[in-house]
T-cell receptor
Framework: GQNIDQPTEMTATEGAIVQINCTYQ??????LFWYQQHAGEAPTFLSY????GLEEKGRFSSFLSRSKGYSYLLLKELQMKDSASYLC??????????????FGQGTTLQVKP | DVKVTQSSRYLVKRTGEKVFLECVQD?????MFWYRQDPGLGLRLIYF???????EKGDIPEGYSVSREKKERFSLILESASTNQTSMYLC?????????????FGPGTRLLVL
């Protein structure tokens, strides 16, 4: 079966750093995505990792260890607008190179002043 | 900008009704997906399509069917709506080429079945 685990909720303070972890056990692996989803809105793409290591993009960074089935999303200099759900998704190989995604349940991050 | 649109943001239907949810993308993407999103369960794949008239079951296809007659349009059909199909439904699309290509999501349809 496919399993992706993330913490359900996290709280952090404006200006701080927060790390959201994601562990996965899937049959096959073809990349890991992080999405941000504000309440009532569509998920939007944040980052993509397919090789081990750290990918940095502004205030957001994402790390992957394929041997450990582990990823994290690091958010620096937190802002109030970062309050949202963060979704970890693993892409499997699929028919016609569809890139089928398996999602974790999402982590709701609340940023407090 | 990639745009994925869904026919309704909110929908209220009665048990037993046939429900159509429409999704349109304007980026000539080959792949299209239908998910439902429920608290504590995350996004779960219902059906996907990698070409016109092609469809494959996702993880929870029971009670749903789909139609893809044109490349830009992917429809989700609830043949006989039930209360356990009350959920947020999200459509997504992605191109085939390029390993880094993400899925682009529509705004979602919140369906309430009474």
């Amino acid at each position: 079966g496919q399993n992706i685990d993330q913490p359900t909720e996290m709280t952090a303070t404006e200006g701080a750093i927060v790390q959201i972890n994601c562990t996965y056990q899937t049959s096959g692996f073809n990349g890991l995505f992080w999405y941000q989803q504000h309440a009532g809105e569509a998920p939007t793409f944040l980052s993509y990792n397919v090789l081990d290591g750290l990918e940095e993009k502004g205030r957001f960074s994402s790390f992957l260890s394929r041997s450990k089935g582990y990823s994290y999303l690091l958010l620096k200099e937190l802002q109030m607008k970062d309050s949202a759900s963060y979704l970890c998704a693993v892409r499997l190989h699929g028919s016609g190179n569809t890139g089928k995604l398996i999602f974790g349940q999402g982590t709701t991050l609340q940023v407090k002043p | 900008d990639v745009k994925v649109t869904q026919s309704s943001r909110y929908l209220v239907k009665r048990t037993g009704e046939k429900v159509f949810l429409e999704c349109v993308q304007d980026m000539d993407h080959e792949n299209m997906f239908w998910y439902r999103q429920d608290p504590g369960l995350g996004l779960r794949l219902i059906y996907f399509s990698y070409d016109v008239k092609m469809k494959e079951k996702g993880d929870i296809p029971e009670g749903y069917s789909v139609s893809r007659e044109k490349k830009e349009r992917f429809s989700l059909i609830l043949e006989s709506a039930s209360t356990n199909q009350t959920s947020m439904y999200l459509c997504a699309s992605s191109p085939t080429s390029g390993s880094q290509e993400t899925q682009y999501f529509g705004p979602g349809t919140r369906l309430l079945v009474l």
